[in-house]
């Protein structure tokens, strides 16, 4: 069975760093792309980076390009967000998610999330 | 960046019903195109991938269609459970896009 489980989230004041992990189990993790996508509390769904299977390449949203590194450990099955200079906007559930197979940009199976509050 | 604009934002229906959503890219994106269903405090599930491919597992009541620009995600025999709101998604290019979601209610 695929499993997600989030970590790390947390209250944080603006400016300030956290680093979020996601732990996966019941599949080939270093076969697969792997996500962060976020939701503000009450908004839509936000992807917020992207990862190849060997870390060779990474894709970011603009709001957090310079700011937010996705990383990943295939030995470990885990994937990471190392999130800085936080901002009140970047406050929501973060959600790591795993892509179907042979696909980069669509996830079949998401974690339960870890909420982030950026707030003084 | 590809703007996906669902419609509408809010659809009230009732248990039986039909309902249909719509979604629009603002690029062709061929098939390119998900959707998603989300509950109140849940992560979304993937219903739809290629457009108009059922995810394994999930009911033959929901479908989809389109190409090109214009997409629509249908739930047919509305039951208690369908009240979500759906969410479609570009997946022709980073940075991926989800449109605005659609409310579900009963």
């Known amino acids: 069975e695929v499993q997600l489980v989030e970590s790390g989230g947390g209250l944080v004041q603006p400016g300030g760093s956290l680093r979020l992990s996601c732990a996966a189990s019941?599949?080939?993790?270093?076969?697969?792309?792997m996500t962060w996508v976020r939701q503000a509390p009450g908004k839509g769904l936000e992807w917020v980076a992207t990862i190849k299977q060997d870390g060779a390449e990474e894709y970011y949203v603009d709001s957090v390009k310079g700011r937010f590194t996705i990383s990943r450990d295939n030995a470990r099955d885990s994937l990471s967000l190392q999130m800085s200079r936080l901002r009140g906007e970047d406050t929501a559930v973060y959600y790591c998610?795993?892509?179907?197979?042979?696909?980069?940009?669509?996830?079949?199976?998401w974690g339960q999330g870890t909420t982030v509050t950026v707030s003084s | 960046d590809i703007q996906m604009t669902q419609s509408p934002s809010f659809v009230s229906a009732s248990v039986g019903d039909t309902v249909t959503i719509t979604c629009r890219a603002s690029q062709h994106i061929g098939h390119l195109l998900a959707w998603y269903q989300q509950k109140p405090g849940k992560a979304p599930d993937l219903l739809i991938h290629g457009a108009s491919t059922l995810q394994s597992g999930v009911p033959s009541k929901f479908s989809g269609s389109g190409s090109g620009t214009d997409f629509s995600l249908t739930i047919s025999s509305l039951q208690p459970e369908d009240f979500a709101t759906y969410y479609c998604q570009q997946v022709d290019s980073f940075p991926i896009t989800f449109g605005q979601g659609t409310r579900l209610e009963i």
């Open positions: 998610a795993k892509t179907v197979v042979g696909t980069t940009r669509t996830f079949d199976f």
């Open positions: 019941g599949f080939t993790f270093g076969s697969y792309w």
